[in-house]
């Protein structure tokens, strides 16, 4: 009897793995644009076996210093808007396809978000208004339409250094509005400073780890490069009792993509296909397989896949390059 029961209990710890492992997020960050999505913009998705799309609307700030968030205005694309966002889910999800929600900002020029700091209390107060205004709309539309993730912000790190009794607060009332499983994208040399994982489901990682210097690492490289960044992600995840999940992740198929994967410098042109691909295979086999690892969204994925990436594009997408059949093959897994 004693040995049945422990035969018993083996088998189900190795069926309860092998439901995790069914259980991924193998997510794409679907890209707004200025149309409304249609079935064959979602066919790709299906096919690269992606069970999750991260719906990005955008709020904009003028600089790192201004305090008011501009968002769901006619002058920008249909995706970016509540309207479009919406649109695009309720699409995806005629086809299976899981969704966070994740509203982000954008500081004109490309300014680093995580750098947005206030120099008044007054400028404070009415960058922490704009913001709840801002996400708290889209946390009413992530409980209307079911999204099964709403994400409260994106590389936010110096907004939440300086105001953790704001974030706490704005925590418990996007708590109030949606009910399904939150997180925060965190830069990747951001996350273990945040301070608010255990009011949330997810530690979320946006992972341009550097992994290796060289022009074209090797996948045994990447893999070693990746050594000590896990050792401390799986140490948060520890820490905090939450499973990691990347938020963002991907490599540019161009040289030293490796080197500081967060780049997106167009003066970086000479394309690296084997670049990308070595990066992104060490990065599946570091995680995917791990139980403490609850997925991620690639970045990024356009909606018009005939016409993006391809063989000459020295850019993140992985479309019509080599990196999308490895995807493909590891998201199938």
């Known amino acids: 009897m004693r040995l049945f029961k422990l ?4 088998l189900l710890l190795n069926f309860q793995s092998c439901n995790a492992q069914t259980k ?12 409304e999505v249609k079935e064959k913009h979602i066919s790709p998705v299906v096919k690269v076996n992606a069970n999750y799309a991260a719906i990005m609307p955008f709020g904009f700030i003028r ?18 808007t509540v309207d479009g966002a919406k649109q695009y889910i309720k699409t995806l999800q005629k086809k299976n396809i899981k969704i966070m929600l994740k509203p982000q900002i954008w500081v004109w020029r490309g300014e680093f978000t995580g750098y947005i700091e206030m120099k008044t209390e007054t400028d404070w107060k009415t960058l922490e208004n704009s ?9 009413v539309l992530a409980n209307e339409i079911n999204a099964d993730i709403f994400c409260i912000g994106t590389e936010l790190e110096r907004f939440i250094s300086n105001r953790p009794d704001y974030w706490n607060n704005l925590i418990k009332d996007i708590k109030h509005i949606y009910n399904g499983k939150l997180t925060y994208a965190a830069n990747w ?3 273990k400073r945040t301070p608010f994982w255990n009011k949330l489901d997810f530690i979320g990682v946006d992972a341009y780890f550097p992994v290796s210097d060289r022009k074209t690492p090797t996948f045994e490289e990447c893999l070693k490069g990746w050594g000590k960044h896990k050792r401390v992600i799986q140490d948060i995840s520890v820490k905090y009792g939450k499973p990691i999940l990347f938020t963002e992740f991907g490599y540019r198929s161009v040289d030293y993509s490796g080197k500081a994967p967060w780049k997106s410098d167009r003066k ?5 296909l084997e670049a990308q691909n070595n990066t992104t295979k060490a990065l599946f086999e570091t995680f995917w397989k791990e139980d403490w690892f609850a ?10 896949h005939d016409n993006v990436g391809g063989e000459n594009n020295a850019m993140f997408t992985p479309q019509n390059k080599p990196a999308e059949g490895l995807i493909r093959n590891y998201y199938k897994q």
């Open 268 to 272: 970086m042109g000479a394309v690296n």
């Open 295 to 304: 997925g991620g969204f690639v970045w990024k994925w356009f909606i018009n």
């Open 189 to 191: 040399d951001e996350f």
């Open 63 to 80: 600089d790192l210093k201004h305090p008011e968030i501009i968002y769901n205005t006619h002058r920008q694309w249909f995706g970016e």
């Open 24 to 35: 991924k997020i193998n997510g794409v960050s679907f890209v707004a644009a200025n149309a």
């Open 131 to 139: 913001y709840s205004k801002f996400i708290l709309e889209y946390a």
């Open 7 to 10: 035969l018993f209990f083996i």
